[in-house]
């Protein structure tokens, strides 16, 4: 949990500040956002940040459940978190409130609440789910992982560019309500 735990932070900052960094990009010339909707679209693109900031984050704590097979506390904080974002979609319908940062908003705290059981739970049951890296450092074990852990995320960010570059294209040539449909067709 030691090492994986310190590649997880590395590798879900070095994605949050590449996500920050394309921001400008993104708003200010590819993206075809309505008028008035730009602070709305950039509040669920941090909230998308963070969301995915805290589920990197939690990559060690689920791995630590399936590696000791705890699959019971694995299934109730995966049918919990789905739940909530039924919960979170259907109050979305009704509230009056801007629904993108709200569902925004929903979603990131989901994310966090998820990656928080995970952490309270783990280290209390698993001795070796201990965040102190000096006392486990092992250069030739961090090298491995390291290792891996760039390639899955180099296999991770060309899967993802693939999968939501169609919608980005869409999106800048055909305008929002075509990448909408897009979305919902998926």
Not at 69 to 85: P, R, T
Request: hydrophobic content about 55%; glycine content about 10%; aromatic content about 12%.
């Amino acid at each position: 949990c030691n090492v994986s735990g310190v590649l997880a932070l590395a590798r879900s900052g070095v994605g949050a500040i590449l996500r920050e960094s394309a921001a400008p990009f993104l708003f200010g010339h590819l993206l075809n956002i309505p008028e008035g909707r730009s602070l709305a679209a950039r509040c669920g693109y941090w909230a998308m940040i963070a969301s995915t900031w805290f589920s990197m984050l939690g990559v060690p704590y689920e791995a630590m459940l399936n590696g000791h097979g705890n699959m019971l506390y694995f299934a109730v904080i995966g049918v919990l978190e789905s739940f909530l974002k039924l919960g979170a979609a259907l109050l979305v319908v009704h509230v009056l409130a801007d629904k993108l940062i709200l569902y925004g908003v929903l979603m990131a705290g989901i994310s966090i609440l998820a990656m928080t059981a995970m952490l309270v739970y783990c280290p209390r049951n698993y001795a070796e789910c201990v965040i102190a890296p000096l006392r486990y450092w092992q250069k030739g074990v961090f090298r491995e992982m390291g290792s891996f852990a760039c390639w899955n995320f180099t296999v991770s960010a060309s899967s993802m560019l693939s999968e939501y570059g169609v919608g980005i294209v869409l999106n800048h040539f055909f305008g929002v309500a075509l990448k909408a449909a897009q979305a919902v067709a998926q």
